[in-house]
């Protein structure tokens, strides 16, 4: 996988170095000697990562880690610091900082090349998610601005370890913070994984009889889990057992032994990253709802309606399969309004699409066209088919009064209805269309309360 990478550091042969050993793999190298030009460089340049060393004149890297992260053009850049530092408590002020990872120098060519990619992975999934929200920036999600350092807390853990005190060390240690389940067998903790909503998944490589790097690449290949941070517990200095995770889609890790304050860390680094991609997929989901259903209704809107009845007409014509198109209209709907209020009004149409969806099939489509008119789409449907459950849709309207609101009275409503079905005559969608509304204005003409097809009454 190639990216574009931003390499800080204000020693000219260590720039040099790590942009030799990237370029020899392809990967597309910027540089900065210095915090306030890496900033700069990385709002300018948008890289899809950043190697930063800690240790710089100007401004040190822990400062312009806290500087990109509080930024909504750059806080979704992974990023790597590289330092001299090896001290556990300097790890914890860079993950604390926001920091991704932390490679202590001179870098292990095999933990830094896994580590990249498992980074660039992971941004480009965030990229497509922000792409299809279309977030420029990744700042605003919900209508709400994102803060990195937001306290994110009462997530569900998943740990799965089987020596008893360094599983009771974790989850004490992460207890303050999240809920945490125990688990020291590979079925439990993929029985739990799919059937919990946990926020980070833990598990020790160091199992007597599971391989951890096993349970990993299952929980990746389910669809339950395969979105779910997955932190692993490694011996310090198994590098190609660390490459071998992350390379099986394992999201962080931990050395052993374990530092209580860095497991808090980067388990709290990946409950944020969670909870950052729930949000942008919560809010795809709310825009495609908003593009495709009825805001008042929750029924399907009139573009998907158009669209749905376009591609079931050219497949009802292409395999000569009948298609049944049925269109209603509230009865004396102004009298309501104009009685009650619009208020009243949209809890008679709420309450008319709930009915409709309980009258109607579950392979039928109904939809709110506008105003008090709705429509069913019905595929593979004869006309006398579609008649019945016209008929026992009006039947459900009318021997029930409608809720029209706090202080008002029960409303008695009617609705009157139109059908047509597809015939060698109907040259397109709106033809279609045009008929079971012509239908529906004869049974308005005749009385309302009734149904009429466009062939005449069906009495």
């Keep these: 996988m190639t990216g574009r990478i931003l390499v800080v550091d204000d020693q000219p042969l260590n720039v040099k170095l790590l942009e030799a050993k990237l370029t020899r793999e392809y990967y597309d190298v910027l540089t900065a000697r210095g915090g306030a030009e890496a900033i700069c460089m990385a709002v300018e340049e948008r890289p ?39 001290d556990t408590a300097d790890r914890v002020v860079g993950l604390e900082a926001g920091a991704d990872d932390f490679l202590t120098k001179p870098v292990d060519d095999l933990a830094l090349f896994a580590r990249v990619r498992s980074l660039l992975r992971f941004k480009v999934t965030f990229d497509e998610l922000r792409l299809r929200l279309g977030v420029n920036d990744g700042a605003v999600l919900g209508n709400q601005a994102l803060r990195w350092g937001e306290l ?63 349970v990993a690449s299952q929980l ?43 497991l808090i860390a980067r388990v709290r680094m990946q409950v944020r990253r969670k909870h950052y991609q729930d949000r942008l997929r919560s809010d795809i989901e709310t825009s495609v709802s908003m593009a495709t259903l009825d805001e008042l209704t929750r029924l399907h809107n009139r573009r998907y309606l158009m669209t749905y009845l376009a591609r079931e007409f050219e497949r009802a014509r292409s395999n000569n399969k009948p298609l049944t198109l049925m269109v209603l209209d509230v009865d004396h709907f102004k009298v309501v309004n104009d009685t009650y209020g619009h208020v009243s009004g949209d809890i008679v149409l709420v309450e008319l699409g709930r009915r409709m969806l309980q009258a109607t099939r579950s392979t039928d489509l109904s939809a709110r066209y506008g105003g008090e008119e709705f429509v069913v789409v019905m595929p593979e449907t004869p006309i006398a088919i579609a008649c019945a459950v016209a008929e026992r849709l009006r039947q459900m309207i009318a021997e029930k009064p409608f809720a029209a609101g706090a202080g008002n009275p029960e409303l008695p409503i009617t609705i009157s209805i139109g059908v047509a079905a597809l015939n060698p005559g109907c040259a397109n969608p709106e033809a279609l269309f045009q008929a079971a509304d012509q239908a529906l204005y004869r049974a308005k003409d005749l009385g309302r309360n009734r149904v009429e097809t466009a062939a005449g009454p069906q009495d």
């Design 48 to 86: 899809d990562l950043i190697l930063l060393d800690v240790m710089m004149p100007d401004m040190d890297g822990y400062e312009v880690c806290r500087h990109l992260r509080e930024q909504p053009e750059t806080m979704h850049i992974p990023i790597v610091m590289v330092t001299a530092l090896s």
């Design 152 to 214: 994110v807390e009462g997530a569900r853990v998943l740990l799965l370890e089987d020596f008893d005190s360094r599983a009771r060390f974790m989850a004490e240690a992460l207890a303050d913070h999240h809920h945490v389940d125990v688990v020291a067998t590979e079925a439990d903790a993929l029985r739990m994984a799919e059937s919990g909503d946990y926020a980070v998944i833990v598990i020790s490589l160091s199992l007597e009889d599971i391989d951890g790097l096993r």
């Design 220 to 262: 990746r290949s389910r669809p339950a889990t395969r979105m779910v941070p997955i932190l692993v517990l490694i011996e310090d200095g198994d590098l190609e057992r660390l490459a071998k995770a992350l390379d099986l889609g394992v999201t962080d890790y931990v050395m052993s032994p374990v530092d209580r304050n860095e």
